[in-house]
């Protein structure tokens, strides 16, 4: 039977909260990770009619974009709606989990949901997340160079963008002495060794430190594995926030507002001055983006999606770009079928539902 943990952990490996941003609170937020799931509810928010919803359709675990718990909860009064939520969750043993900013900072993530809705092609992520990569060098005899090299790659390293399996290794000659309390693979106590060695080197993605450094260990025939941790400058261009692209073709102004409202299905859009130059290059940000502006302006792009934008922040566009305020909801709701498609793929003897409950708190008249 499958667990919650179960369902997280296939999450996590696909959105690691390791790339969730400092003030998010991703993860599982109410529940027993050992609980059997009956059914999955996938939302953009957490209310209490999505909690109904779940309860009436058999769902025990509810799978959200945007984390209930938010800010330090001190009291569970009912005062609040996240507190409704949280006392009706426990009262009906119901888990939340939260896919927040470390799904949004995966390429393939909320901001490719809208990509793919534009057709814009060419993509690349605006602001690659920094820190993220590191680099093991280790030291091993010759014939144990595949064995080790195959553990570290199956614990996560060796990826580069669309290449798996990479490393290096090259010929050299190690020296060491053992004392007599050292259990050594190859020489005697008290004597200095020479030996033909090779030297490996893999990248891998910092958060994986810890699962990497157990592999080598496992794996390396020496008592003592030797190996060295860099931390990289290298960005990993396949996380961070935002994603920069090429419409199928180039708009006039009025033109590419149309086909943004008609292909994101928009009440309206909310957008800085008109531009002299047609819409080609178009980058965008899922929810409150309004900070990656300087950087897609650098980066030369014609117009910017995102949306929260605030009145001072329209003239920022400085008629050098379009500034489009599609709605948080609208820019992000698209995040429900990603998720789905994603749990289908490995959960296929589960019920899986997306909330039919509408949680957008903003109307328009």
């Known amino acids: 039977m499958t ?53 009436e359709k058999n769902c025990n675990l509810i799978i959200a974009h945007h984390p209930i718990i938010f800010q330090p909860i001190k009291k569970l009064t009912g005062a609040s709606y996240v507190e409704r939520c949280m006392i009706q969750a426990i009262r009906q043993d119901i888990a939340m989990y939260s896919l927040h900013t470390n799904l949004d900072n995966r390429i393939d993530g909320v901001n490719d949901a809208m990509a793919q809705q534009l057709g814009l092609q060419n993509l690349q992520i605006l602001l690659p997340k920094p820190n993220t990569l590191q680099r093991l060098i280790t030291f091993l005899p010759p014939a144990a160079l595949e064995l080790v090299r195959e553990a570290l790659h199956q614990a996560g390293a060796g990826h580069i963008g669309n290449y798996s399996h990479c490393s290096f290794n090259s010929v050299g000659t190690g020296t060491f002495q053992p004392n007599e309390l050292a259990n050594p693979y190859i020489g005697q106590s008290h004597q200095l060794e020479t030996v033909g060695e090779h030297k490996l080197e893999v990248i891998f993605p910092a958060y994986l430190a810890k699962n990497i450094v157990e592999s080598l260990k496992q794996s390396h025939p020496y008592e003592e594995p030797v190996y060295q941790i860099q931390n990289l400058e290298n960005m990993n261009l396949q996380i961070g926030a935002g994603i920069i692209g090429e419409l199928p073709q180039p708009f006039e102004n009025q033109a590419f507002l149309k086909y943004l409202k008609e292909k994101m ?66 820019s ?23 909330s039919m409950v509408q949680t957008n708190p903003v109307h328009y008249f």
């Open 3 to 55: 667990k919650i943990k179960d369902i997280t952990n296939y999450l996590e490996s696909w959105a690691p909260l390791a790339y969730q941003e400092p003030y998010d609170n991703c993860g599982l937020l109410v529940g027993d990770p050992t609980t059997t799931v009956k059914g999955i509810l996938i939302c953009l928010d957490i209310t209490e009619n999505v909690l109904q919803e779940a309860k």
């Open 332 to 354: 992000e709701i698209a995040i429900k079928q990603l998720i789905y498609k994603k749990l289908s793929e490995k959960f296929s003897n589960i019920v899986l539902l997306q």
């Open 265 to 330: 299905n928009l009440t309206l859009i909310r957008h800085s001055a008109y531009i002299k130059q047609n819409i080609k290059k178009v980058a965008l940000c899922g929810g409150a983006g309004i900070g990656l502006l300087s950087e897609a302006r650098r980066q030369g792009a014609d117009a910017f999606i995102t949306s929260d934008v605030k009145y001072h922040h329209f003239f920022d566009a400085e008629e050098q770009l379009l500034i489009a305020d599609i709605g948080h909801y609208e």
